[in-house]
């Protein structure tokens, strides 16, 4: 999370300025997370809207206060 919020790795977070952290889901194995990232991948634009809206309707900073960001605007 400190590195995205903080550009340090190029790639889609540091081209398109994207620093929050609005969904995540957890588990235990690490390939049920690379099937459901796939899974996610495929899934069209207002599926992706209406699951994040459906868990943070406000879109808040779920990563707010787990890592300090240097020389971020709120």
């Known amino acids: 999370m400190y590195e995205h919020k903080n550009?340090?790795?190029k790639g889609f977070t540091?081209?398109?300025r994207v620093h929050q952290l609005v969904y995540?889901?957890?588990?235990n194995?690490?390939?049920a997370a690379l099937q459901?990232?796939?899974q996610l991948k495929k899934w069209n634009r207002k599926w992706k809207l209406a699951l994040i809206e459906r868990i943070n309707p406000d879109w808040n900073d779920l990563a707010k206060d787990w890592i300090p960001a240097k020389?971020?605007?709120e």
């Open 71 to 73: 020389n971020m605007r």
């Open 14 to 16: 540091s081209k398109y």
């Open 36 to 38: 459901r990232e796939k």
């Open 29 to 31: 194995d690490i390939y």
């Open 24 to 27: 995540y889901e957890e588990t």
């Open 7 to 9: 550009n340090l790795v």
